[in-house]
């Protein structure tokens, strides 16, 4: 089992989550390398939670199957539960966003493409849209009449 974990800096918002239901997944955009070999794929590969593909030799499913096409073994990648939202701390710490069970290959990096969800610290305020791609976010919090950040990001891939 693996962990993609997230350290920030929060401002004004919590509950920073990628916008994840059945009917708008989230893909989780990660950099791939074979277990085996230890080939890393040449381009970024995407997962959905509810995306299922069929394991050769009638071995079950997976969210994500890979073929390595340098040592041609073919590896899989679940996730195992729902993406947990991560709260705002002082200092920020180290959460888990998302677990996943790897056969075969390992996640390398991982890139935050997609929307993004979070909710005011004091207001409630829900903010949708987030694009996490550059690294940091800045928004106004109407009802709080102040200025809410998402900065400082460090993802993180671990043994959970």
Wanted: with cysteine.
């Amino acid at each position: 089992m693996f962990a993609l974990t997230l350290t920030a800096e929060l401002n004004g918002v919590t509950n920073l989550r990628p916008k994840d239901t059945e009917a708008s997944p989230f893909w989780y955009t990660f950099t791939v390398q074979c277990t085996s070999c230890r080939e890393t794929h040449p381009n970024p590969i995407s997962v959905s939670r509810f995306e299922t593909n069929e394991l050769s030799g009638s071995r079950g499913e997976a969210n994500f199957v890979w073929k390595c096409k340098n040592c041609k073994r073919e590896s899989s990648c679940s996730i195992k539960i729902a993406p947990k939202p991560y709260e705002q701390t002082e200092p920020p710490k180290q959460q888990t966003i998302i677990e996943f069970d790897c056969r075969g290959l390992e996640f390398t990096t991982f890139s935050p493409e997609g929307e993004w969800l979070a909710d005011g610290a004091e207001s409630n305020t829900k903010f949708e849209g987030i694009d996490l791609g550059e690294g940091e976010w800045f928004e106004y919090d109407e009802k709080a009449n102040d200025e809410v950040t998402i900065k400082d990001l460090k993802w993180d891939i671990k043994r959970a």
